[in-house]
């Protein structure tokens, strides 16, 4: 299906936007002194991050290693640079993960790009932003949309991604539709309604969901 997707009407959409809204509002979402969430300019650890990130525990084992991608591999911001880092066989050290899953999914990522032009966070923000490109990069082993869309938000592109935090809040207002594009227009129309930027409303969502972790990537490098 279409990122844009099919299921649940305009007016569903709407009705489910503003139940989120209300609760988003009376949750302390127009309230909550925190900075807009940064925009993450080093190409190795957009892709570490978004590749990383599915199924594992953010604070404890992600976050460390894009970390460690940024102090280790300053100059590894560009798709040139991290196909030399594959050939030369230590994308397991780079991202610090022996698990070949991952590790190839990576790799394949990178291919990809390449073969797209893309070439640092610049040409990615701009491939983002089309419905062709973020269809096509999930022909990714593993990659799939809730992917696109966080490496979206890494990169500056206003989206939310449907990850269980954003469902269970779904949940809790009594949103049952749990198609993922679905709620991401539901959720994104909801910060439009919020008068947020979609990318700021859901790093919101997780800070709420993960009260006295330590935030996401917010490194602008």
Not at 61 to 72: F, G, H, I, Q, S
Not at 165 to 190: E, I, P, Q, W
Request: with cysteine.
């Amino acid at each position: 299906m279409s990122r844009i997707g099919a299921a649940g009407s305009t007016i569903e959409v709407l009705l489910a936007a503003r139940r989120i809204a209300d609760h988003a509002a009376g949750e302390g979402a127009l309230v909550d002194e925190t900075p807009s969430r940064a925009t993450c300019e080093h190409l190795g650890a957009v892709l570490a991050d978004s590749v990383l990130q599915a199924g594992l525990n953010y604070v404890t084992v992600v976050r460390p290693r894009v970390l460690a991608v940024l102090r280790a591999h300053p100059n590894r911001q560009t798709i040139s640079s991290l196909i030399r880092l594959i050939e030369d066989g230590r994308t397991s050290s780079f991202l610090n993960w022996q698990h070949h899953e991952k590790v190839t999914r990576f790799e394949s990522l990178v291919y990809f790009l390449r073969g797209r032009g893309v070439e640092d966070v610049e040409d990615l923000r701009a491939e983002l932003l089309t419905d062709e490109f973020c269809e096509a990069v999930q022909t990714v082993n593993g990659i799939g949309p809730k992917t696109v869309d966080y490496m979206a938000c890494l990169v500056g592109v206003d989206s939310i991604a449907v990850d269980r935090h954003v469902r269970t809040f779904a949940k809790t207002v009594g949103v049952n539709n749990d198609d993922y594009h679905f709620l991401r227009k539901s959720f994104c129309c909801a910060a439009d309604l919020l008068s947020l930027r979609r990318r700021d409303f859901d790093a919101w969502l997780w800070r709420r969901a993960t009260v006295g972790a330590q935030s996401q990537l917010t490194l602008g490098v």
